[in-house]
């Protein structure tokens, strides 16, 4: 039975996943000081307007957009609209996401394919930051929630890693807005194959600072980030969001990312309300869309799916 609160935690994980990448955008691979203000400045190495979201929420809406008009996700549709982000011309895009979209694959097999190809560092960033969105899509269905996960990141990011990392995310968003808290992370490591390793993770993001994970392009690194974050900060009122938000964005290096997976998660807890107005009233981006469209599209995925 959905209680209350439950329209403005699906409206929330958009919303904070939105909110908190803006607000990391200004300070991305800076490490702001303790007198540094944390707000929506705009500006950092992308010259990005106040407000406006990057990559991360970007990717995320093409994610969104294939999953509005019908049960689940088309991966097809998303296919499509990453390469039709591709070809905007981002000002920013990660070297992984790069290499895969420039081949312009023309179906989600063909993208998994290029994606299967790389060598080297594959484990990056650039799935878990877009994943929350997959949640809306599967509320009624928790194996098939992660299992989607998996599916999606793997259009870009072929890693074990990564995967993973995606679907504790997903589960844990996913459970959130069910549930209203955040045991869905350590709920999803418990049972999973590779409970040892990131349990040892999530102590050591609980236990340590962001100097302990200081790689936070890396995966592993960006999810310790987000979950100290989260963890580490006063979680007795909806303040918790903006607080947790800040966080990230202090930890520094890809802050942008951080505070965007963070703020999925911290949305589908807290819902879109916790996300102070003034920042909410900013939010824009690729493509075309402003912050006043998102509680409406993960209204949409979530009616499929409840």
């Known amino acids: ?53 990057t990559d991360d929420t970007s990717m995320a809406l093409a994610i969104v957009l294939a ?17 039709a982000w591709f070809d905007s011309k981002p000002p920013d895009i990660g070297n992984q996401t790069w290499k895969v979209l420039s081949a312009r694959p023309s179906s989600a097999l063909d993208m ?10 594959t484990g990056g960033n650039g799935s878990l930051m877009r994943t929350a969105p997959v949640a809306l899509a599967y509320l009624d269905d928790a194996a098939e929630c992660v299992a989607a996960a998996g599916r999606v990141g793997m259009l870009t990011h072929y890693d074990e890693h990564a995967v993973e990392a995606c679907k504790i995310w997903t589960y844990a968003v996913r459970h959130a807005v069910l549930n209203a808290d955040f045991g869905g992370v350590r709920e999803y490591v418990g ?17 340590g600072t962001p100097d302990d994970f200081p790689n936070n392009g890396w995966v592993v690194h960006a999810l ?3 979950w100290w974050a989260i963890t580490t900060t006063d979680q007795s009122t909806p303040e918790h969001l903006p607080r947790a938000l800040e966080a990230c964005v202090r930890a520094g290096n890809d802050t942008d990312t951080t ?13 879109a309300s916790a996300v102070p107005a003034r920042w909410r009233a900013m939010l824009h981006g ?21």
């Open 67 to 83: 999953a509005v008009n019908e049960p689940g996700i088309d991966l097809d549709a998303v296919a499509a609209g990453f390469v």
């Open 112 to 121: 998994q394919v290029v994606a299967m190809s790389l060598t080297g560092r």
């Open 259 to 271: 505070a965007a997976i963070a703020g999925g998660l911290l949305g589908a807890r807290w819902g």
């Open 1 to 53: 039975m959905q209680d209350a609160g439950f329209s403005d935690r699906v409206a929330g994980v958009l919303v904070g996943g939105a909110a908190g990448d803006a607000l990391g955008a200004g300070y991305e691979f800076t490490k702001p000081g303790p007198a540094a203000v944390i707000d929506m400045i705009g500006g950092g190495p992308f010259d990005w307007a106040p407000g406006e979201w």
């Open 191 to 207: 049972g999973s194959a590779q409970s040892a390793y990131w349990t040892a993770r999530l102590d050591e993001a609980e236990n």
């Open 224 to 226: 310790q980030t987000a």
């Open 286 to 306: 690729y493509p075309g869309l402003t912050g006043a469209d998102l509680p409406d599209l993960a209204q949409r995925i979530a009616a499929h799916s409840c």
